[in-house]
């Protein structure tokens, strides 16, 4: 009572103070003036009735007749303004304050779903009728009428993926071990297939296939159940968890290691998402977001061993027999491998190696522990016979086991020369001079050969075609010799080239077979020398090394070994073949050929890019050391002569290879290997081709420089590699190649 009295006495005061100065009439009289409710409107918002996104933007406005507005008040009730519950918006508390003249506004959609289809595929399609209120409230409180909107939401449910285990290649059932890792990817599509963020939560189940009556029932069709009558699993599902849950616990899970998956039972596990408007998965597949599978216990780890020189193996289970390799003594081997589990829902959990192991479950015989981190292993034998074992086990305990046996051939290397005539052909009624006969072809190479010491055509000459249906000759006789000349075909049907350097990308093992390892680069760095030339157009060459498939030109070894691509990041398991390691050769081009197409690839022309001549490359510092090579290698006048095949005049000669040109290098940025070094570089018929001046014939110098003390040859030596057939050339510029070649390898005969 005492506070409004003086509050009282105040305000008469007030006004009498005020009456000097115009005090209103009303507060003279003690009476208080009216105040008029304001006014709201909606400006912009969905159209009445409209059924639009589940995000939604309103616009709206204001005004007080009467004074200001000091806020707005808002909120959203499920159904339209004839069909809410009023409760909803009874009571101060269900309205949301905002100082804004605009919102975004996200609302459920999770009622009435249906199956619909967009561009050809499935999805579950939710809506919900949503009413919106707006109304503006006055300095002194006074609220007005609300401006409401009614409309209907909409959204496609989201979808997962199960990546992990992959689905079974045949049939609906895989076969999964007793621990299995699921992973899955979701996607949630907010208002088109391609308009996509990840969802907001997740939850699985597995279960036994179970008929509705609860029996086990493997005949039973429980993903079409699942899809007709999803209420009766509602039980079985996880709580929800949030997709992007720390340790990836919303995209992964793990049934196994606290669960006890029933052997030789078929079960299911199946994923479902939820959307921020509420939408969940509606749609069950085997083909995305469920998995039937048999828990067996044959499912083990894919383990793959692989080493530079024997390339790459693949081993599954127990029992299998050991893979063969003959080499020769004193090769240093680096094995690594990695296994994968993820193909039947498994983990890797260690690796174990050791070499001739005699009882597997002994410790003490194997080299190392099971460890995550014991990847690789290095050896080099002298001589016998010695296994290497791999052991992978994964979190179930399964255990694949594979095995390498080395065995060490002598490589006495006391003979000079061999020829492997890898070049079939036929005694045809010569014409054109297209092609060398065999007659023709042997007595050539025969006169060459016939320059060296000791050498025995009856002995020293592999003819690979007519005499071994095109197998290439064991690591044995290679290692009889100390240089090899290797004459092949582009022919990949009649040649054992092709065979012998053929490499597999590391992505690719297991789809290809290998015939045999890759002795070349083993024959090299014990100190051979060799001399590899031949038809190489199209595929053959140092192509050869490479599938089919990804032979278009020009092509990078080291970034392109599975295809032309604009980067360097796929398989780059390229530098470990052939012709980049060993011969360091880093782009490979043709004059005949498959060739890239697009705007950044010259069009080629073989009537342009066919070869007039070669030049030497005497600023090469290896060709610099032998002044007794010719400036130039031309035509052989048979093949030049007017009307024949190859007559410079109308075709030129367009059996070539060619390496690292400069168009692509300088255009890619690709920089060239240290250890390149051209002989030979090719002119064209135009010097306007992008090939003209690229190197044809190049050195092998990457084992030049080993010990001779450590070596069987006793001399080191570069070797030779021309990306043609000598054949075709002229006699005497030929004849100073293989001469000097001969004395740089000292087996010329006096």
């Known amino acids: 009572m005492k506070r409004v009295f003086a509050g009282a006495l105040a305000l008469l005061a007030g006004c009498v103070l005020a009456a000097f100065c115009g005090c209103s009439e009303d507060v003279l009289l003690g009476q208080r003036g009216f105040n008029m409710p304001p006014e709201v409107w909606l400006s912009s918002g969905p159209v009445e009735g409209d059924t639009t996104a589940y995000q939604v933007h309103f616009y709206w406005g204001g ?36 100082a804004s003249y605009d919102s975004v506004f996200k609302v ?47 959204t496609l449910a989201p979808f997962v993926s199960i990546e992990r285990p992959r689905p079974p290649s045949s049939g609906t059932v895989g076969t999964l071990a007793r621990v299995i890792t699921f992973c899955w990817t979701g996607r949630d599509p907010i208002d088109a297939p391609d308009n996509v963020q990840d969802p ?60 006890v998956l ?89 690796y174990q190696y050791g070499w001739d192991v005699s009882d597997l479950n002994n410790p003490d015989d194997w080299d190392s522990d099971c460890s995550p ?54 005694n045809f009624s010569q014409t054109d001079y297209a092609m060398p006969t065999e007659n023709e072809h042997d007595a050539f190479w025969l006169g060459h050969c016939a320059k060296v010491q000791g050498f025995d055509p009856t002995r020293d000459v592999y003819d690979a075609y007519y005499s071994y249906n095109s197998r290439p000759p064991l690591i044995s006789l290679i290692g009889r010799y100390r240089n090899i000349i290797w004459t092949y075909s582009s022919s990949a049907d009649n040649t054992c080239w092709d065979d012998v350097i053929l490499f597999t990308p590391e992505s690719y093992v297991g789809q290809g077979t290998r015939l045999t ?98 030049r030497l490359d005497r600023t090469d510092p290896v060709t610099a050391r032998y002044p007794a090579l010719p400036d130039s290698l031309g035509l052989w006048e048979e093949v030049a002569k007017a009307g024949r095949f190859f007559d410079p005049r109308v075709r030129g000669f367009t059996f070539v290879e060619l390496y690292n040109p400069a168009y692509w290098m300088n255009a890619k940025l690709i920089g060239t290997q240290g250890c390149f070094h051209p002989m030979f570089r090719m002119r064209s018929r135009s010097t306007a081709s992008p090939v003209d001046n690229a190197a044809a ?35 005497t510029a030929v004849d100073a190649i293989m001469n000097t070649v001969f004395e740089l390898w000292g087996i010329r005969a006096p």
Request: hydrophobic share 35%; charged share 25%; with cysteine.
């Open 108 to 154: 459920a959609a999770n009622d009435s779903p249906r199956t619909v289809s967009v561009s050809g595929n499935l999805y579950t399609r939710y809506d919900m009728t949503h009413t919106f209120f707006i109304r503006a409230v006055d300095a002194q409180g006074k609220r007005s009428d609300p401006a409401y909107r009614s409309f209907t939401a909409w």
């Open 200 to 259: 907001d939560s997740v939850r699985w189940l597995y279960s036994q296939i179970v008929n509705p009556q609860g029996i086990y029932d493997p005949e039973f069709d429980i993903v079409a159940d699942l899809n007709a009558r999803p209420e009766r699993y509602e039980s079985r599902w996880s709580p929800w968890v949030w997709y992007r849950a720390p340790g990836d616990s919303g995209r992964c899970t793990i049934l196994g290691d606290d669960e």
């Open 697 to 731: 014939a190049i050195w092998v110098t990457k084992y030049e420089n080993l010990d001779p003390a450590q070596t069987p040859t006793g001399t080191a030596a570069p070797s030779v590699h021309f990306g043609f057939e000598l054949w075709y050339f002229n006699r």
């Open 373 to 426: 981190f014991v990847r690789g292993c290095t050896a080099t034998w002298y001589s016998g016979v010695h296994t290497l074992f791999v052991r992978v086990v994964d979190n179930a305990g399964t255990e694949t086991i594979g095995q390498i046996e080395i065995n060490v051939v002598p490589f006495l290397m006391d003979r000079n020369l061999l020829w492997i005539d890898d070049f079939p052909s036929s």
């Open 262 to 350: 029933e052997m030789n039972r078929s079960h299911i596990f199946a994923v479902q998402a939820k959307d921020e408007a509420g939408a969940v998965t509606g749609i069950f597949d085997r083909r995305s977001n469920v998995r039937q599978f048999i828990v067996s216990l044959q499912a083990g780890p894919l383990l793959t061993v692989c080493e530079p020189y024997l390339g790459c193996v693949r081993f599954l289970g127990t029992r299998v027999r050991a893979e063969k390799f003959d080499l020769p003594p004193g090769v240093t081997l680096n094995f690594r491998w990695f296994a994968d589990a993820s193909s039947y829902g498994g983990e890797v959990v260690c």
């Open 517 to 614: 390892i890759n002795y070349v680069p083993i024959f090299l760095s014990k100190g051979g020398r060799l001399l590899t030339e031949g038809r190489s157009d199209r595929g053959g060459g140092l192509a050869a090394g490479l599938l089919p498939a990804v032979q278009v030109f020009p092509l990078n070894l080291r970034c392109e070994i599975t295809g032309p691509s604009e980067g360097c990041e796929g398989d780059t398991s390229g530098v470990n073949m052939m012709a980049y390691k060993e011969y360091c050769v880093t782009v490979l081009d043709k004059v005949v050929g498959v060739f890239r197409t697009g705007p950044d690839v010259p069009r080629r022309y073989e009537s342009l890019d066919a070869m007039r001549f070669a």
């Open 63 to 98: 005004w007080d007749p009467d004074g200001e507005i000091r806020r707005f008040e808002f909120v959203i009730v499920k159904g339209n303004p004839f069909g809410f519950d009023r409760q909803d918006t009874t009571g101060l508390e269900k309205w949301q304050r905002t």
